[in-house]
């Protein structure tokens, strides 16, 4: 490298301090802090001089590497891995996943921390299955989902809490209050395009949420519901103690009382909940409707004058997506047992659709490595509780800027006429 | 009567504030196609920057005109460089990708900003004492006595004024015309030896300092903030220019207006609670109607 090029980037690298100096300098240089009656600054100047100087130097080190003209050798290796797996690895891999995921629970390292997890990333890769078929095969930009989700949480609770009907009638009762209230607002929306439904699906979901907190003699207002009754296994309640009259889980298999039957049974309850999910995805991609779907994400003219009604097919889109959201909803009310408008925030609705995008729209797999990834950054971060969230939003931009299609890019129609032309 | 009027003063200011944070979606829309949703993260940190120098030059007892020029000033200048920060970081390298690409990396750089605020600026909502007091009143022999604060004074000029100056600098300038080309023909504007790159920058840079001002605007007008007031403005803000027509300048005021105003009177005359609820619903029946807001331009599907 010549005398110059370190020159040029030493000047780069010093512009760069200069700018990370404006930006950190205000917002973390002077904190404020209230004492008493008002607002005072406290200056935490070290810090700034740590991040500075931390940018200088990042900058400094890519420049001299871009110089050299290698690129960052992490990233190549990594994407070239991902791509280069092929439908038919991607079938292999989804058959060692789903038997990772059965016996997952009896691995002798898996404990209550381990469950926890794994049913939380379950519930988004749940969610990111059905959400997939309204962003991924339809091509719908739907940032209000997670409104779905917290109709088919709340029509559980309430149902279940006022009837005391048992979870598996109330389960699909929630994805049908979801689907309704999917086309009831499909209906006038899904004729704008693109960006326009992005932002009223939002708004969507913030009235939603909105009701929600102020509805007060039914919502209960923002201090939600509680006591939701628990799931039981097929009619044998998970209770140490049962009621008279009443068998639980454990005296009729004989075991040892142990929460974590509960848990073990929620696990493989949204595993199976999430399979569906997937099953109903794939057989429905081959079937008019879900061939129509993709052909209106491709091109909505040529649709129209081959005589596919878009609205209609985008409602049916929109509603089998919402009553998916409407069933992970109902598990999730049942698991945690408590509900709040809280749980159903707009940032919910971004993740989910971080992990439909970044997992490379219309990508089955792809949601699931989405999911696990971001669940799992944050989980890695729970320690350092404060940045959790901007490891996340990090990770967002990151894989953003250097995979653009996301993880597993898989947008080719599932059937073409003339098979496929490679 | 009288509480028409005083609702109607109040909702111009709110939509003065609305209207110059949808300017800044509205541009960036315009040029690059894409949903900006670090925008309303960005006036957020307009207004702690506003907040702190407030509170450094309120130290200092420098006469309040001044204070306010020097504030305006250094939020300006600082929020103009997140903004072209989050350009160059989270959008540039995705030009040319697929159409929701940028959406998601804005959505994680607003994730990012908000988080990161609060954790440099602490969760609690911060207070302000007011630097501004008094105002007009009128009709004093009725029930009802409108008031219009010099605040309120201040911010609805301050705002005319900084409409002016865009608007001058929009339709009169070399700037404004590249930038009307690049919204218009990318490539073409590039092969006419436009540097399109810095054109987007600058785009940037006006939008981040006009929500700048807006956040010295919130500052003063509500006297609390916190790290997630970004958010609904933001979203608000959005729902304004789509209303007033997205890309369209003039639209995004207009959106502005009538968000600001559809929300006083709905909380004014309907319930506060859901005043909210009134500006998304209008939004969704408006777009019914005018498929691309009031002042947008018909697109035309070509094939």
Known sequence: MEKKDIIQSFKDSLFTGLIALALFGPIVGLRTVSKGEGLFITPQWGVVFFLVGLCILGRFLININSARRTELKIFSTLSSKFSSITEDKAKHFAITGILFAVIFPFLPFTDRYFMDVAIMILTYIMLGWGLNIVVGLAGLLDLGYVAFYAVGAYS??????????????CL???????????????FPVLRLRGDYLAIVTLGFGEIIRIILINWYEVTNGPDGITGIPRPSFFGLPFKRSPDEGETSFHLFFNLEYSTMHRIIFLYYLILVLALITNYFTLKIRKLPV???????????IA??????????????????????????????????????????????????????VLGG????????????FLIGITEMFRDLEQFRMIAFGGAMVLIMVFKPKGILANRKPTILMHGDKK | MEYFIQQLVNGITLGSIYGLIAIGYTMVYGIIGMINFAHGDIFMIGAFVALISFIIFGLTGVALPIILLLVLLIAMLFTACYGWTVEKLAYKPLRGSFRLAPLISALGMSIVLQNYVQVSQGARVKPMQPLFSGGLEFFKDSEFIVTVSYLQIFIVVLTIILMGIFTYLI?????????????QDRTMTALLGINVDRTISITFIIGSSLASVAGMMFVLYYGVIDFYIGFLAGIKAFTAAVLGGIGS?????????????IETFWAGYVSLEYKDVAAFSVLIVV??????????????EKV
């Open chain 2, 287 to 300: 777009l019914i109607f005018f498929p691309t807001g009031f002042l947008g331009k018909p697109d035309i």
């Open chain 1, 361 to 372: 729209m219309g990508s089955q797999t792809g949601v699931v490595l989405a999911s696990i």
């Open chain 1, 172 to 186: 699909p009762l929630a994805g049908v209050f979801a689907a309704f209230f999917g086309i009831l607002l499909g």
């Open chain 1, 303 to 356: 649709c129209k004058s081959l005589g596919v009604n878009p609205t209609n097919t985008k409602l049916t889109a929109f509603a089998i997506g919402a009553m998916f959201g409407g069933f992970a909803g109902s598990f999730f009310a049942t698991r945690q047992a408590f509900i709040s408008p809280e749980s159903f925030t707009f940032i919910e609705s971004a993740i989910i659709v971080a992990i439909v």
């Open chain 1, 156 to 169: 559980y609770a309430l149902i279940a809490t006022t009837f005391g009907w048992s979870f598996w009638i």
């Open chain 2, 249 to 261: 300048l003039p639209g995004a005021m207009l959106g502005g207006l009538l968000i600001g105003l």
């Open chain 1, 290 to 300: 879900g061939r129509a779907w993709e052909a209106l994400r491709e091109d909505e």
């Open chain 2, 171 to 183: 339709t009169k300038t070399d700037l404004g015309r590249a930038q009307r080309a690049c919204e």
